[in-house]
């Protein structure tokens, strides 16, 4: 299904148009105009949608997709191949995760069920809908955002993690890629207590911030909630070697995170002033008022799901504590849930971007670090449960209220279609790959499906606030310049050179956005491309010395 999603969600062929699907039309384009333009560009990158800025953004996942590229591999194919084998890592990466820490089949497979058909209540609204109005329930399946698990009018906004994580989010597929062997990890340095693991787990996640920096700050507050547990579960007599086996992989870790969280997120993200106090995620409206009641938030959105999650973490015999400075089995849902619980407190607390959506990446991972522990004590209570009458009732009814949003929504996912880019961007776009060196820069509008930036990987003067605002980033002098060098052409040459500007592209999208003096682009410049609606325009005289290879 994952490999299907990824196929229809990349930019599918239809008639020389390119389609995608609901969930990647709007982040797509993104990670095109990384991967395109990552191509034989100076290191460290710059942004191609705002040149001269620090490319912030964590790049590695997407420049595995560079890599492919390449080596001559076709743009579709690369993102549909890293797509699907990284999902296909993350579903067993998570499998293992839950089998090293239940070792119970039925564990493992309700917890797997759990976490990615996940969606909350949200199918009751649906339902409702459907009662008033007959049609409603076509809507979920034809609607943009309108399935039970995406509906911010709703307040609904506990995404499918496949859905609208997984499939559109590569740099968190990447991340999520990463993670699970860390958790695997970290459970068997605290089981094991050798001083290799504990390295071991240094290594790799030091190596996390610029592949996700969600996952990397994710890991850092499991880490310490199972680092404060781990200290005061052994013996007294332990308690500084346990402390010293984590200063290792901390030490190290940061050794290794430091010049890429100073070179990047710090200055994006801090220095940005993206960071800012926020309760209770996005049921806060922003002036300190909640827009649902914080425990109906929480429950229509996560699901009863939500209720269970205390008795989880507690449930289960208590291990007795060894003579050793390592932990038992039995520790690792109290373990695990307390590192879940240092993510819910500072993502509740703090919004890390613009978007203070984007949160969502924290609390997933916490979610995801208990749900091995949920998957225990289901299976423990549907055996407490033997011998009461309705038992299976009882789990089909709690299994279908967990899923079914998740499910309408996959299905929702599986059937939609929209189209990205019609033949005459995608013909202007080749032809600027294949007839301009990777450091030319095109004049263009700041629509996000823009096929200079996306699809050829060539710097543009501005790029879509879409992207630039939720990253943080200051924009409005490129964009004031941009509006000038479109409508004003002739008095403005001096920025034309300044941003070294060197063709225009200028579609429909162009002409609705700006008052084009389209008339000075035909009298004062070549025409090297013309098709339909979209025209490709160079400035006479013009020869840029090349700044890369």
Known sequence: MSGYLQYTHTLRQVGGTLHVGQSTYGDLCLHLGIATSLRDAAYPPDYSLLPGTLLGYPFLGDSMVTTMLLFGSDLTASFIVTGTLMMALVYMGFVIFCWEFTHSRAATVLATVLMFINGGLGFLYALDGVAKDATAFRAIFTGFYKTPTNQPNLNLRWSNVICDMMIPQRTLLTGWMALLPALCLLMNATREGKLSTFALLGLWAGAMPMIHTHSFLALGLISAGAMAYAILRVPRGYRLQVLGRFALYGGIALILAAPQLLTWSVPQTVHGGSMRWRFNWVNN???????????????????????????????????RPRMAPTLRREDMRRMFSLGALCIYIVAELVQFQPNAYDNNKLFYVAYMAVMPAMGLFLVELWDRLKGIRGRTILAAVFMLASTLSGALTIAREVVSDYNLFYPQAVHAARYVEENTPMDTVVLTGREHNNPIAALAGRDIVCGSESYLYFHGISYFTQERDMRMMFEEPGDNLALLDRYRVEYVYISSYERADFDLDEAWFNTNCDTVFAEGDVCLYRKRGVHWNSTQN
């Open 285 to 319: 409206q922003g002036n300190g008022r909640l827009i649902d009641g914080y425990c109906w938030f929480w429950i229509k959105n996560v699901g009863l799901i939500w209720l269970m999650m205390v008795p989880a973490a507690l449930s289960g015999k208590r291990a």
